[in-house]
Each structure stands twice: as C-alpha cells, then as structure tokens.
C-alpha cells in the first residue's frame, strides 16, 4: 500500500496535474497569444519591441504566479535536481545583467541627447557643435560594443534538458519563458545597435512578410524607421554640412522612444529578480 501511495505521488510530481490550476491555462493561453503575436510581427521599429517587453512581462508574471504555488514548489523540490534548477538560476541572473545593460545603454542615450541639444541650442551648426556631436557618435561606437558583448552573453545562456519529465512541466514552461525572454532581449539589443543585423535576426519574419503581401509596404517602412539610426545620420549630416533636415524631430522621437523603452525593461528587469527570488526561496526548503 506504502509503495502504491508512492508511485502515485511520483506521477503526479513528474508534470502540472491532469486538471491544471487556473493559472496554467492562463499561462498557455498568453503563451500562445505571445507566439502567434511574435510570428506575425513583420517590423522591428521601437512600438513592437516595447510591446513584445511589456507581453513579456506578463508572462513571467504568470510564471512566477504558478511557482508560487506551493503544490508546486514541492514538486520542483522533489522532482528537480540541484543541476536543473541552478541552471534556470545562471539564466535568470544573467538575464538581468542583460537587462541591466540595456538600462545602462538607454540611460547613456538619453544623457548624451541631452546633452546635444543644448550644445545645439548654445552653439548652433558650428565648430563647437562638430566636436559635441562627435563625442555623441563615439559614444554610440563605445555602446554597440558593449552591446556586443551583451549578444555574446545571451548565446552563452544553456538550455539545461528534462528529458525524464513529460512534455508539459513546469520546468517546461520556465524554460520556455527563459527561451523567449533570450529572443526579445536579442530584439531590443540588436534595435539599440545594429538594425542590419536585426533584420537578419528572424528569417521567419521575412517569410511572413512575403505570406501577407498588403502588409508590405506599411510594414517595410516601419522596419526600417530606427530611431537611433535617424539621429546618427541626422546628426552625421549636420556635422558635415551644417544642415539637417527634420534634426529636431529626431531628436524628439528618439527621446519619445528611449523613455518608453526604458520603462518597458525596467518592469522586465523586476519581473526577472521577482522569479529568481521565488527560485532561491524553493532551493532554500
């Protein structure tokens, strides 16, 4: 009788139960909407990104929901060796250095805007002004390597297996959160620095593009609006000729896009270190 009672208890630990907590529908269901939102998406301009970050963030707060419950924390403190659940650990922290970076960066951005602005408004297109742009631009070459760097950590992130468990665990859903938390991040970094290289990021993207042809072209030119682009090349112009056209707009949506930014990852960034808390208190039972 002891061993029966075992054995059920082992099936029931080895995934979510055959009658699932509210708060597992819930998860799929914004886990299938994430998806199907992230396959359509044909753009990377700063609205799609901020909004893949703030469906991000209620995704981990759905996650971070369900290991709260402590049916659940049981079962990841049986069923889950010390290796598995400090990977998740190594992946969530560098998750938030990740996303530390990018605050650091569009803090930098915004900073160095500033500070163009009112070199411009005390200078104007002058020699004065050249040597204030130029510090902008080079600080933009000092963040795209920082960036870099960021992207190098991203890919360092290791997918630890559970090939014991069923499809459908626990352990499944957080490393599907960790795994499309990797790709948004890889969004945002790519938008700060490097756009070519972002376009190069999704094939898929570019296959669903060509699937939804009356998208195209609002589509395309969405893609290549980039903020940041459009201030260094504003600013480049400036510098060389004196003249740029639409510069202040520039400015102003730059400034209008680092703001909404930096609130989308701060919110991700507290989401990040509210379930890697929930993760130590499991490890700490």
């Not at 060509?210 to 682009?229: G, H, I, K, W, Y």
Request: contains cysteine; neutral net charge.
């Amino acid at each position: 009788m002891e061993s029966n009672t075992k054995n059920s208890l082992h099936i029931r630990c080895n995934s979510l139960p055959s009658s699932p907590h509210p708060l597992v529908s819930q998860f799929q269901e914004h886990l299938q909407r994430f998806n199907d939102s992230e396959a359509a998406t044909t753009s990377f301009s700063s609205s799609s990104i901020s909004h893949k970050l703030n469906g991000l963030k209620d995704l981990h707060d759905y996650a971070d929901k369900l290991i709260q419950l402590p049916t659940i924390q049981q079962d990841l403190a049986l069923e889950f060796s010390d290796k598995l659940i400090d990977g998740l650990l190594d992946g969530s922290l560098r998750l938030i250095d990740i996303c530390g970076t990018a605050q650091d960066c569009l803090l930098k951005s915004k900073e160095n805007m500033y500070e163009i602005q009112s070199a411009l408004r005390r200078k104007g297109a002058n020699n004065g002004f050249t040597v204030e742009g130029g510090k902008y631009l080079a600080s933009r070459k000092k963040m795209k390597k920082v960036i870099q760097k960021a992207l190098g950590n991203l890919k360092g992130i290791k997918f630890e297996s559970n090939k014991d468990k069923e499809a459908f665990s626990v352990f499944s859903i957080l490393k599907e959160t960790e795994a499309i938390t990797i790709r948004s991040i890889e969004s945002l970094l790519l938008f700060l620095s490097d756009p070519k290289g972002q376009s190069k990021q999704s094939k898929w993207s570019r296959i669903s593009k060509l699937m939804q042809p009356a998208r195209v072209a609002c589509d395309s030119q969405e893609t290549d609006s980039n903020e940041f682009v459009n201030v260094d090349a504003a600013l480049q112009s400036l510098i060389s000729q004196k003249t740029s056209e639409n510069f202040d707009n520039h400015m102003e949506d730059l400034e209008i896009c680092i703001e909404d930014l930096e609130v989308t990852v701060e919110n991700l960034s507290r989401q990040l270190i509210r379930t890697r808390v929930s993760l130590l208190n499991i490890l700490s039972h």
